[in-house]
């Protein structure tokens, strides 16, 4: 597979996080005609969801603890980012 660019990769973990999915809606969400784009798939290899089966409401995808960090660093990283953006704007103030 070849890497999905990491902000859709987040974004596909994050709307995962805010509810349950079926893996029907994920697939119908995050299908694209580009064999080169495999958002999805590259969030299932690196462990950020999963699978899970669920009796009466079939396969379910939900974010993994590996998923709840990413997620988290990447919320980090954009504070820092921030930070020092606002820090290198004072200086040149």
Do not use: N
């Not at 998923?67 to 820092?80: D, K, T």
């Not at 980012?81 to 103030?93: K, P, V, Y």
Request: aromatic content about 6%; proline content about 4%; charged content about 25%.
């Amino acid at each position: 597979m070849t890497d999905a660019p990491e902000s859709l990769v987040f974004d596909l973990v994050e709307w995962v996080a805010k509810q349950p999915r079926t893996y029907a809606e994920m697939l119908d969400a995050w299908r694209t005609s580009c064999p080169r784009l495999t958002v999805w798939e590259d969030a299932i290899e690196r462990g950020l969801v999963m699978r899970k089966p669920v009796a009466g409401q079939g396969t379910m995808m939900v974010v993994t603890e590996a998923g709840r960090r990413f997620l988290g660093g990447h919320e980090r990283g954009m504070v820092s980012l921030a930070s020092a953006s606002s820090a290198a704007r004072h200086s040149r103030a």
